[in-house]
């Protein structure tokens, strides 16, 4: 299983970006997808999970209302909305893949892309 994960980029202040993670690879029978992000020098924070079946949405406590997952079954898709984006989203952001039944928000997951990096100046 492949996951490639896009759409990063340098934004300002005040913008919006979206990820897309795409899952490849073997028949994919994923149970969630999770987004994190990293900064430098910080340990890799858990940002939003998404199930396939059924759909069930976490996200983490200090992003919700900014950002947004949302996930294309039949592409295989999962995507990351970020609204209203502040210079400390700056980081790596990283999707990942279950595929056990386990929290989405603690995993582990079993499978990472490559990530993608968005910039927020202020």
């Known amino acids: 299983v492949q996951l490639q994960a896009s759409g990063g980029g340098l934004v300002q202040a005040g913008d919006s970006l979206r990820l897309s993670c795409s899952a490849s690879g073997r028949t994919f029978s994923g149970k969630a997808m999770g987004w994190f992000r990293r900064v430098p020098g910080k340990e890799r924070e858990f940002v939003a999970a998404i199930r396939w079946s059924g759909g069930t949405i976490y996200y983490a406590d200090s992003l919700k209302g900014r950002f947004t997952i949302s996930r294309d079954n039949a592409k295989n898709t999962v995507y990351l909305q970020m609204d209203s984006l502040k210079p400390e989203d700056t980081a790596v952001y990283y999707c990942?893949?279950?595929?056990?039944?386990?929290?989405?928000?603690?995993?582990?997951?079993?499978?990472w892309g490559q990530g993608t990096l968005v910039t927020v100046s202020s």
């Open positions: 990942a893949a279950q595929i056990y039944f386990v929290s989405p928000v603690t995993g582990p997951y079993n499978y």
